[in-house]
């Protein structure tokens, strides 16, 4: 008898139902959740309904608690926008002017730059519990009474009980800039679960994407949660955007790019274990070879895609590299700011030091990783990677 795919220890199963009916009881919930009853353009619904057959026929419906919460955070999440554009309609076209966007393949220090560069309050940023309910930013001395930053706190308070040993290796507070694509899911059509999870019927589905819709959203959403500081600058940060990287050039034209870069034998090892390790399921050794294979093909295909759009429009890029995030972060931070003309002020420098002093590597832990333990070896990163290698002179 072959091994199963997963494991199942730490699952439990869905109600017996037809995907049908689970759509239509998942919407009624977020509505009744919510008070909201519009999800906007049901374009969304091909996207949950293949994640729906794919937690059917890869996970045979024993998803977590953790992964039914996503689902229901990100519904509840469309129709918080919905409303937001409904009482702004302003905001579904208005620009979003010359933001500073990093990109790069994960583990490559995307979060540690997003968090450096955060510091500096000429930025806005786009905070956890404004990604999941999308409204115009109150101002910050009332969030601890709004009911939404409320969930959003307990929601990540629990993820830390239920998975401690995912604050050595990527973590956000409610009220802390993260990453773009906890807004971009509300189309249904990101990396996140994929990402997350072994579905592998998801992941053959978004690979063919036309990535440009979502981003398009993704763009509105920030305009609405911005709306009361429209000529301020957005600081973003997703490491997707390599794999979308085109589609990032097109719906945000005045972009700047920071894209790190790292050695890929350590990036790829890390971006295995971190997957394999925050979707609260034990993995399996065959999981673990699926997982291995899967990140080495997307990363690779990002780095591609990246290195042709540098090619292409290099003022838009500054490539960042890793080792020097960890050695000289400041001048690191220089360094961007020259290459795109913008000043670093007296103020922004000093909460930079001060978060470089209170945050050094492995603050939470060390991460233990391995190309092996996920079915790859050295030699097959390197092919995969050979040009990526070149340019940055890694190998």
Known sequence: MSEPMHATTTRQVWPAETLEAREERLLAEA????????????????????????????????P?????????LLLDGRLHAEEGWKRHPETRDAPVEAPLIIIGLPRTGTTAMHKLLSQDPQFQGLERWLAAFPTPRPPRETWAQDPRFQAMAAARALLRERSPAVRTMHYTEAEQADECIYAMEHSFRSNLFNSKYVLPTLDAWWRQLDARPAMRRYRQTLALIGAHDPGKPWLLKNPTHVYDVEAVLEVFPTASIVHTYREPREAIA???????????????EREKQWRGQRELEVWAEGARRVLSAEERVPERFFDADYRKLLSAPLDL??????????????????????????NPQNKYGEHHYSLEEYGLTAAKVDEAFAAYNAKFGLR
């Not at 890390?270 to 399996?284: L, N, T």
């Open 31 to 62: 509505r009744a959740r919510t008070g909201y009853s519009d999800f906007g353009d049901p374009d969304f619904l091909e996207g949950l309904r293949t994640l729906l057959r794919a937690i059917r026929d890869d996970l045979d419906d024993r």
């Open 270 to 284: 890390s971006a295995a274990s971190v997957m394999s390790r925050i979707s609260g399921f034990e993995p399996s």
């Open 64 to 72: 977590n608690d953790e992964l039914k919460e996503l689902i229901a």
């Open 333 to 358: 931070a220089h360094d961007i700011y020259r290459h795109f003309g913008l000043e670093m002020s007296a103020l922004a420098e000093a909460r930079i030091r001060e978060w470089i002093a209170a």
